[in-house]
């Protein structure tokens, strides 16, 4: 019987081997990566039946990265294996085109069914997670906040932002996006206007709030 063939993106080697050798009893591990961008570039080449990314991944993160694979292999289904719990969270991640969404503290006992479900088409939100999300609810019936939302900024604006608060400058950026250096200052101009900040650090810490990248 043919195996589906898994990719797996984390930026810990630790995770990616411990989890790779779960995967490895159950599918076909066709290739990890380790930040956003290399996720796109492998899941573009080898097309998988599945992706298990993490959201808190460099360069580009893996909300975004999703919403790029939903655009360009809309055939990979996507089951995001992460530490956030929050239902803004993982409406985020359903939004971007997820079908799965496991704790990595439930890896072990719960990813191998998740992808199974979501391989026949179902989808999976590991328990505590729904809990969560009915948690949330409750807590925004009652006028208590959740978590903040991140503006409504464009893919584009998400990729600068993030590159911005890894650290990278102008220059950086441009190479790394493949536009000009105009094009990135024209972009963080309109950030620092649209999220209400005057300085890199105000994006960063912007960023950081937003779950863009990890403290």
Known sequence: MKRHKILLADDHTIVLEGI????????????????????LETAQRLRPDAVVI?????????????????????????????????????SEAFGAGASGYVL???????????????????????PRVAGEIVGGFVRRERGKPDIPRAAQLTDRQREVLQL???????KEIAATLDVSVKT?????????DQVGVRTTAGLTKYAM???????
């Open 164 to 170: 911005v608060a890894e650290g990278q400058s102008v």
């Open 104 to 126: 990595k503290q439930s890896a072990g006992s719960e990813l191998v069914f998740a992808l199974k479900e979501v391989l026949q088409g179902r989808y999976y939100v590991t």
């Open 184 to 192: 990135v200052e024209f972009h963080k101009r309109r950030l620092m």
């Open 209 to 215: 709030t937003h779950g863009l990248i990890s403290e």
């Open 54 to 90: 993490d959201i808190g991944m460099p360069l580009l993160n893996g909300i975004d990265a999703a919403r790029q694979l939903a655009k360009t292999v809309p055939q990979t289904k996507i089951v995001f294996l992460t530490m956030h719990s929050e239902p803004a969270y993982v």
């Open 20 to 39: 790779g050798k779960i995967l490895e009893q159950h599918f076909d591990l066709v290739g990890k990566a380790v930040d956003g961008r290399a996720l």
